[in-house]
C-alpha cells in the first residue's frame, strides 16, 4: 500500500477482520464487532487500560465485553476512532457525549460539547441544555452552560414560562449554586409562574373528576416547585421588591419569608448591603481571589490545575511562579488562598517557606502538594518556617512511586474535601510521599488503598488559616497520555477544588 496516505490506511482497516486483534462483544445477544489494539490504545483511555489488563494474562484476540450497549449504539463512536470523522447532530450529541466520556475518547467528547454551544446553546435553549448536562453529569458542559446563563441571565429569565418544562433539579441547581450572577427576582417570578400553571392543570383534572398517576405526578411538581421559594435569597432583593413580593401569593402562604420591612429602612448599613446583588452581605465566590504558586517551567501543568480549580466555581486566579523569584509577604496578602505545587528549584526555598508561614498565620488557607516540596532532593525541596513550625498535618521521608496507588480508606465521609469523590487512581506512575510522622492535630480524611495518607489537613491553632496536604502530584495525565499521572476519568480535579473551597472559607 505504498504511496496511500496513513490515515487512508487506517479507514480502510475500520469493520475490517483484517489484522484485528479485538473483538468487541455488545449485548446480551453477544453481538461481534471486529477491532484493532492499536486503534483503541491511541483514542480511548478506557480501552487503553483494558486492554493491557488482558494483555498479561491472555494473547490476542481480547475479548471485550460490553452488555448493557448495542453494537448500532457505538457504531459512530468506533468510526470516529478509526476516521477521525463524526456525524453529530442534535438526535444523537448527547448520547455520543455520554459514551465519548465514557470511554475517555476526550477529542470526540470536546465535538460534542462544542456543538452544543454552537447548536444548542441560545436565549431560548440555554436552560434545556442546562438541565441535560446536569443530567449527564457532565462537567465541562455544565461549566460553559452556566457561564453562558450568567452573561445572559436577565435576557434568558425575562423570558415568560421559560422555566415551565424545567424539572425541579436544573432549578435547585441554579439557585444553589453561588457562583451564578442571576437574579433572585426575576427567578422569584418564574417560579411563581411555574406554580400557577401547576395549579391550574391539577385544577382542570380534578373538574374533570380524574384520579391519575399525572395528577399525582403534577402534585409531586408542586411541592418541589413551592420548596424551591425556600432557596431564594430574599436578602438581596431590594426594598421595592421587598414590598412587592409582600402582597404576592407565595408570601401570604408562607411559602416565602422575607426580612423586615422597618428594621431594613432603618438600618442604612444593610439597607445599602441589600442593594448590592454580590456584596458583603451575601459572599459570593466570584470575590474570592486565588493564588497559584508553583516552581515549574510547564505551562501545560499550570493551565490543567488552573481547570482543576476553576470546578468549584473560583475564577479569579492569578499564578506566580517561585523559581523566578520569590514573592514577598506584602503580595501573597492579595490573595484569599493559596494553591502550591512545584517540580523544579525554588529562586529561595527558605524565604518561600517562611512567607507561606506567615500567610497561613494570619488566617488564610494554603493547599500545597507533597511531590516535590518534600521528596529528599534537596535542590527541589521547600524549606523555611512551613516545614519547620508545626503548620503541616504530616512530614515527607522516602518519595514512592511506580506501584499504581487508588483511594483507599475514607476516615471522614462527612467532611466537604470528599464532597462528590467516590474514586481516585493515581495513576501508572503514583508519585507520593511515605510520611515519617504524623501531627496529633491532623485530620487524616483519605488514605491510599496501601494505608498512606492521600488527603490531609491542619489548623496549626485558633486564628490560624487552614492547611491541606494533597499527597500526589496534581497534574492529570490529560496533560500526559501514558498514564504516568492520576487519571482524569477520576476525581482529583474534584479532590483539588474542594480542597482550595475548603480552605478559602474557613
Keep these: 500500500m505504498l504511496g496511500v496516505p496513513i490515515q487512508l490506511q487506517i479507514e480502510q482497516l475500520f469493520k475490517s477482520k483484517h489484522l484485528s486483534d479485538v473483538q468487541l462483544v455488545f449485548g446480551q445477544n453477544k453481538e461481534i464487532v471486529h477491532a484493532h489494539k492499536f486503534i483503541l490504545i491511541l483514542n480511548s483511555k478506557y480501552f487503553e487500560q483494558e486492554i493491557l489488563k488482558k494483555q498479561k494474562n491472555t494473547q490476542p484476540p481480547f475479548i471485550l465485553e460490553l452488555p448493557d450497549l448495542s453494537k448500532e449504539s457505538f457504531e459512530e463512536i468506533l468510526a470516529f476512532l478509526y476516521t477521525k470523522k463524526s456525524t453529530i447532530k442534535e438526535g444523537n450529541v448527547f448520547s455520543l457525549l455520554k459514551l465519548s466520556s465514557r470511554f475517555g475518547i476526550l477529542e470526540l467528547e470536546e465535538h460534542c460539547v462544542d456543538f452544543c454551544l454552537k447548536s444548542m446553546c441560545s436565549n431560548i435553549r440555554c436552560l434545556p441544555l442546562l438541565q441535560s448536562a446536569i443530567s449527564l453529569d457532565h462537567l465541562q458542559l455544565l461549566d460553559r452552560t452556566e457561564k453562558y446563563l450568567e452573561e445572559n441571565s436577565i435576557s434568558i429569565l425575562s423570558q415568560p414560562q421559560c422555566l415551565l418544562e424545567i424539572n425541579y433539579q436544573t432549578i435547585k441547581e441554579i439557585l444553589e449554586n453561588e457562583r451564578l450572577r442571576v437574579g433572585e427576582i426575576e427567578l422569584f417570578y418564574r417560579i411563581e409562574e411555574k406554580r400557577k400553571m401547576i395549579y391550574e392543570k391539577i385544577d382542570n383534572f380534578k373538574k374533570q373528576g380524574l384520579q391519575t398517576i399525572q395528577l399525582e405526578l403534577l402534585a409531586k411538581q408542586l411541592i418541589e416547585c413551592e420548596s424551591l421559594f425556600k432557596l431564594i435569597k430574599v436578602q438581596l432583593f431590594s426594598i421595592n421588591q421587598i414590598k412587592q413580593i409582600s402582597l404576592s401569593e407565595p408570601f401570604?402562604?408562607?411559602?416565602?419569608?422575607?426580612?423586615?420591612?422597618?428594621?431594613?429602612?432603618?438600618?442604612?448599613?444593610?439597607?445599602?448591603?441589600?442593594?448590592?446583588?454580590f456584596g458583603e452581605y451575601v459572599k459570593c465566590k466570584e470575590s474570592f481571589k486565588i493564588l497559584l504558586l508553583v516552581s515549574t517551567r510547564d505551562k501545560k501543568y499550570i493551565k490543567d490545575v488552573s481547570n482543576s480549580i476553576r470546578l468549584c466555581g473560583m475564577n479569579k486566579i492569578?499564578?506566580?511562579?517561585?523559581?523566578?523569584?520569590?514573592?514577598s509577604l506584602e503580595d501573597l496578602m492579595n490573595y484569599h488562598s493559596i494553591f502550591h505545587f512545584s517540580n523544579i528549584e525554588y529562586h529561595d526555598p527558605v524565604l518561600m517557606g517562611d512567607n507561606l508561614a506567615k500567610f497561613v498565620a494570619s488566617g488564610r488557607g494554603l493547599v500545597m502538594c507533597t511531590i516535590h516540596c518534600f521528596n529528599g532532593i534537596k535542590r527541589n525541596e521547600l524549606k523555611g518556617r512551613i516545614m519547620t513550625d508545626n503548620f503541616l498535618p504530616f512530614l515527607g521521608g522516602k518519595q514512592k512511586c511506580y506501584k499504581r496507588r487508588t483511594l483507599g480508606n475514607v476516615l471522614n465521609l462527612k467532611h466537604p474535601i470528599m464532597k462528590g469523590i467516590s474514586k481516585f487512581d493515581c495513576g501508572e506512575l503514583s508519585l507520593y510521599i511515605q510520611p515519617d510522622e504524623i501531627d496529633p492535630k491532623a485530620e487524616i480524611i483519605a488514605e491510599y488503598d496501601n494505608g498512606t495518607p492521600l488527603i490531609a489537613t491542619k489548623c496549626k491553632q485558633e486564628g490560624s488559616g487552614h492547611v491541606v496536604l494533597l499527597n500526589f502530584f496534581p497534574v492529570s495525565d490529560n496533560v500526559w497520555k501514558n498514564d504516568d499521572f492520576w487519571v482524569i476519568t477520576t476525581d482529583g480535579s474534584k479532590i483539588i477544588s474542594n480542597s482550595i473551597d475548603f480552605v478559602t472559607h474557613n
Excluded at 419569608?257 to 448591603?273: A, G, M, R
Excluded at 492569578?318 to 514573592?327: K, R, S, V, W, Y
Design 252 to 277: 401570604k402562604k408562607g411559602l416565602i419569608k422575607l426580612p423586615d420591612l422597618k428594621s431594613i429602612e432603618n438600618d442604612e448599613k444593610k439597607k445599602n448591603q441589600i442593594k448590592n446583588r
Design 318 to 327: 492569578e499564578f506566580i511562579n517561585a523559581q523566578d523569584g520569590t514573592p
